[in-house]
T-cell receptor, first 104, second 113 residues
Framework: KNEVEQSPQNLTAQEGEFITINCSYSVGISALHWLQQHPGGGIVSLFMLSSGKKKHGRLIATINIQEKHSSLHITASHPRDSAVYICAVEGMRFGAGTRLTVKP | NAGVTQTPKFQVLKTGQSMTLQCAQDMNHEYMSWYRQDPGMGLRLIHYSVGAGITDQGEVPNGYNVSRSTTEDFPLRLLSAAPSQTSVYFC????????????FGSGTQLSVL
C-alpha cells in the first residue's frame, strides 16, 4: 500500500462544476503539498499547508492532520484546469496523481 | 528570472552509455532535488542536496550519482544506463528543506534502449 493515496485516479467534469480531489496518507507529517502538472509536463506548486485551509483564486486546499487527509477543491471549474493534480507529503513522498479533464 | 533550468529536454541512450542531466537554478536556493516520474507510480525522489558540498540519497538512488559543487548546479549522472532508467526526470529547488515550496524544472524525457 502506498504511503500516499489519491482519489479518484481520473475525473471528468463539465465546465462550471465543483471539483474535489482527495489525498490520504499513512505517515505522520507536518506539511503537505499540492502540485499541478500540465499536459505539457511542467509541474507547478499550488499549495503547501500544515493545518486548516488555504485559498488561491478558485482553488482551495484543506488538511486534517489528525485524520491524515487533505482535499483540493476547484470551484467553477474551467477547461484550463485540466491537468494532473499531485499530492506530496513531508519527505517528498508523492501520490500517483489525479487526472482531471474539464469539458466545455 | 529563469528559475530552474533542465537540459536536455529529450535524450535517447543505449544500454551501458553514460550521461549527465543538467540542472541549474538562479534563485539562490539551498535545497535541490532530483525525481523520476514513471506511469502510474508518481514522482520518486532520487537524490537531494541541502547545500553546496552536501548530498544524500532519496527513495531510488541506485544507478545514479550526484554532486553539488556550487549552489546553482546539481547534475545527475547515469553511470551505465539501463532500460529500467527510462523515465521522465525532474529537478526541483526550494528555499529550505523538503517542506518548503518547490520550484520544478521542465523535465527531461530519457529513453534507454
Amino acid at each position: 500500500k502506498n504511503e500516499v493515496e489519491q482519489s479518484p485516479q481520473n475525473l471528468t467534469a463539465q465546465e462550471g462544476e465543483f471539483i474535489t480531489i482527495n489525498c490520504s496518507y499513512s505517515v505522520g507529517i507536518s506539511a503537505l503539498h499540492w502540485l499541478q502538472q500540465h499536459p505539457g509536463g511542467g509541474i507547478v506548486s499550488l499549495f503547501m499547508l500544515s493545518s486548516g485551509k488555504k485559498k488561491h483564486g478558485r482553488l482551495i486546499a484543506t488538511i486534517n492532520i489528525q485524520e491524515k487527509h487533505s482535499s483540493l477543491h476547484i470551484t467553477a471549474s474551467h477547461p484550463r484546469d485540466s491537468a494532473v493534480y499531485i499530492c506530496a507529503v513531508e519527505g517528498m513522498r508523492f501520490g500517483a496523481g489525479t487526472r482531471l479533464t474539464v469539458k466545455p | 528570472n529563469a528559475g530552474v533550468t533542465q537540459t536536455p529536454k529529450f535524450q535517447v541512450l543505449k544500454t551501458g552509455q553514460s550521461m549527465t542531466l543538467q540542472c541549474a537554478q538562479d534563485m539562490n536556493h539551498e535545497y535541490m532535488s532530483w525525481y523520476r516520474q514513471d506511469p502510474g507510480m508518481g514522482l520518486r525522489l532520487i537524490h537531494y542536496s541541502v547545500g553546496a558540498g552536501i548530498t544524500d540519497q532519496g527513495e531510488v538512488p541506485n544507478g545514479y550519482n550526484v554532486s553539488r559543487s556550487t549552489t546553482e548546479d546539481f547534475p545527475l549522472r547515469l553511470l551505465s544506463a539501463a532500460p529500467s532508467q527510462t523515465s521522465v526526470y525532474f529537478c526541483a529547488s526550494s528555499t529550505g528543506g523538503l517542506n518548503e515550496k518547490l520550484f520544478f524544472g521542465s523535465g527531461t524525457q530519457l529513453s534507454v534502449l
